[in-house]
T-cell receptor
């Protein structure tokens, strides 16, 4: 059983471009959360998707948007990239209502904006 | 606004000794705390948690202590092993519950190095 997978592993973009990151949750999980981890910082919550809807959102601008598909996989889209968007983007999946020891993180996508 | 703080960016400990990682928080409404461990090129993995109704929780070599009056928690690893070398994050659910659908706020992490 594959855990949480993310693609691509690494990505290099230039300022102003748009990027899409993908996350496949662990089998049996229906909730996906996205986090941004800048260098030297802890992960910061971007948003969470459940039943194909954004259920919660952190303090991120509207340039950050997402989507969840019927198979529970999710995408994170970032428009008009800024240098400060360079970070490791993590997704985490869980079955709704479970406790945190049953939430799993993917390995992340390293985004570099030049 | 950093609600969970880890003031030690790094810590080196001899193999076999005790490792103590510290975390402070500012929000007295937090009811639940978690520790995560992160290896390079991997996502954080859940390590241990503690509810605010307890002051200690133990799981094998790992023990978390909570001092609510001081708004402080610590993770003890005894004995420390080379495989424990990783970055450790403390975190708290913003909504205060144990349910994984709450958004988490993380500290900045402490890099633990175990010296053989």
């Amino acid at each position: 059983d594959a855990g949480v997978t993310q693609s691509p592993t690494h990505l290099i973009k230039t300022r102003g471009q748009q990027v899409t990151l993908r996350c496949s949750p662990k089998s049996g999980h229906d909730t996906v959360s996205w986090y941004q981890q800048a260098l030297g910082q802890g992960p910061q919550f971007i948003f969470q998707y459940y039943e194909e809807e954004e259920r919660q959102r952190g303090n991120f601008p509207d340039r950050f948007s997402g989507h969840q598909f019927p198979n529970y996989s999710s995408e994170l889209n970032v428009n008009a990239l800024l240098l400060g968007d360079s970070a490791l983007y993590l997704c985490a999946s869980i079955l709704d209502g479970s406790s945190y020891n049953e939430q799993f993180f993917g390995p992340g996508t390293r985004l570099t904006v030049l | 606004d950093q609600q969970v703080k880890q003031n030690s960016p790094s810590l080196s400990v001899q193999e076999g000794r005790i490792s103590i990682l510290n975390c402070d928080y500012t929000n007295s409404m937090f009811d639940y705390f978690l520790w995560y461990k992160k290896y390079p090129a991997e996502g954080p993995t859940f390590l241990i948690s503690i509810s605010s109704i307890k002051d200690k929780n133990e799981d094998g070599r790992f023990t978390v202590f909570l001092n609510k009056s001081a708004k402080h928690l610590s993770l003890h690893i005894v004995p420390s092993q080379p495989g424990d070398s990783a970055v450790y994050f403390c975190a708290a659910p913003i909504g205060g519950s144990n349910f994984g659908n709450e958004k988490l706020t993380f500290g900045t992490g402490t890099r633990l190095t175990i010296i053989p």
